[in-house]
C-alpha cells in the first residue's frame, strides 16, 4: 500500500473549515474568497489564483466566477485538472456542523454541505501535502465551479482555454474514493404553459376551461367525476437517460400527452385550453471507456491504496458531463459525502481522509 504523507487534523480541519461557510448556489462568493485564502495559506502564491467571468454568462444571479488555479510542473508530465463544485443546495443554508465520532453532522435541521465542501478541502489538502513535503508532480489545474447543483452552469460555461489544455480530470463529487463515476446521464428540461378559460362558478361553470385538469393526470378522476378546475397553470419538469436520443423520446411522450389532454377537456362551447410545450437540453449523457487512459490512471490510484476499484454510472449530473465535453476526459471519485441534499446528511470522515490521499496519489502518479 502506497504511503501518503497527508497531515490528518490539517485535513480535517479544512473540511470543518469550508463547512461553517455558506454559499448555497448562485451565492458562492465567500466559500470562493475562503477556498481562495486557504490555498494562498498552504503556499499557492496570490498570483496563480483567479475567479473568470462565468457569472456573467450565466442566465441565473450569480455572484461570482469560477475560481481557477495555475501550478507549474515540478516534473515533466501532462498537465492534469483537479475539480469540485463550491456551491451547495438551499437545504444546507444555515449549516452547524459538528464531530460525532468519526462523521461529521448537523442538528438535523439543515443539510450539512458535504457535497461537495468535501472536494473543496481534498483538493486543497492535496496542495498543501504537494508543497509541504516537495512532491513531484506535473502541471496541475485546479477548477472549482459554482451554481454546479442549479443546472451546472460554471462549468457548462466556463472556457475550455481556462483548463490549460489538462489531459484528463479527477473530479471530487461523491462518495467513496474507490468508486469511480466514469459517465452519468444527460438531462432534457421541458415546460408547458396551459392557459384555459375562466368562467363564474356560480353562473356558468360549463362555459370554463380548466388547465389544471389538462394538466395533471391525478386530476383526470376529478375531471371524469366533474369538477372543474383553474384557468392558468405553468408545470416544469425533467427527463433524464445515458442515451441523449432516448430522454428526448421521453420528453416527445410528455408533450403528446398534454396534447391528448387538450384535446380531452372541453367546454360546453367544444373549445379547448391552450398548450404551450417547451424543451431544451440542459447537459448531454456522457461515458468514459473502461480502457481509456483516465480510467486505467485512476484505477491504478485507487490499487495503490490497497483499495479495489469500482467503476460505475451516475443517474445524475455531474461537473464532469460538461468537462468532458469540453474536451477532458474526466472520472470522478468520492471523499466522504452521504446522503447528500437532506436533513440526515453527513460525512464520513475515514473515506474523506481516503479520497485526500488518493487526490495525492493521482497528482503525483507517473
Not at 94 to 104: E, L, N, Q, S, T
Amino acid at each position: 500500500m502506497k504511503d501518503v504523507p497527508l497531515d490528518v487534523s490539517t485535513a480535517e480541519a479544512h473540511l470543518m473549515n469550508f463547512l461553517t461557510v455558506e454559499g448555497i448556489t448562485g451565492e458562492e462568493r465567500a466559500i470562493g474568497e475562503a477556498v481562495a485564502a486557504a490555498l494562498q495559506r498552504v503556499g499557492v502564491p496570490a498570483a496563480a489564483v483567479r475567479f473568470d467571468n462565468v457569472h456573467t454568462k450565466i442566465p441565473l444571479p450569480t455572484q461570482t466566477g469560477n475560481l481557477i488555479v495555475e501550478l507549474p510542473g515540478t516534473r515533466k508530465g501532462d498537465r492534469l485538472l483537479f475539480s469540485s463544485h463550491l456551491d451547495t443546495v438551499a437545504l444546507c443554508a444555515g449549516a452547524k456542523p459538528m464531530r460525532r465520532g468519526d462523521r461529521i453532522v448537523t442538528d438535523g435541521s439543515t443539510a450539512l454541505g458535504g457535497d461537495a465542501r468535501t472536494g473543496c478541502a481534498v483538493i486543497v489538502s492535496m496542495v498543501e501535502t504537494l508543497l509541504k513535503h516537495k512532491l513531484p508532480h506535473p502541471p496541475l489545474t485546479l477548477l472549482f465551479t459554482v451554481r454546479e447543483e442549479s443546472g451546472l452552469h460554471g462549468a457548462r460555461e466556463l472556457d475550455p482555454k481556462d483548463l490549460g489544455g489538462a489531459r484528463m480530470c479527477f473530479n471530487v463529487d461523491t462518495t467513496h474514493a474507490n468508486m469511480l463515476l466514469i459517465g452519468a446521464v444527460g438531462q432534457e428540461n421541458w415546460e408547458v404553459e396551459i392557459k384555459g378559460k375562466a368562467s363564474h362558478a356560480g353562473v356558468a361553470p360549463e362555459k370554463g376551461i380548466s388547465a389544471t385538469l389538462v394538466g395533471s393526470i391525478a386530476l383526470a378522476e376529478a375531471h371524469r367525476a366533474g369538477w372543474f378546475g383553474t384557468d392558468y397553470v405553468h408545470i416544469t419538469g425533467e427527463a433524464r437517460s445515458h442515451d441523449a436520443a432516448f430522454a428526448s423520446k421521453i420528453v416527445a411522450g410528455y408533450r403528446d400527452a398534454f396534447m391528448q389532454a387538450r384535446d380531452a377537456v372541453k367546454n360546453s362551447d367544444g373549445e379547448m385550453a391552450e398548450v404551450t410545450f417547451d424543451s431544451k437540453p440542459s447537459y448531454p449523457p456522457f461515458h468514459l471507456d473502461e480502457k481509456s487512459p483516465a480510467v486505467q490512471f485512476a484505477q491504478r490510484a485507487v490499487e495503490s491504496l490497497g483499495m479495489t476499484p469500482e467503476v460505475i454510472r451516475s443517474n445524475g449530473g455531474l461537473d464532469a458531463n460538461w468537462l468532458f465535453q469540453h474536451g477532458v476526459p474526466t472520472v470522478t471519485f468520492g471523499s466522504g459525502q452521504a446522503e447528500v441534499h437532506t436533513v440526515n446528511e453527513y460525512v464520513d470522515v475515514p473515506e474523506y481522509l481516503k479520497g485526500c490521499r488518493l487526490a495525492v496519489v493521482l497528482a503525483t502518479q507517473e
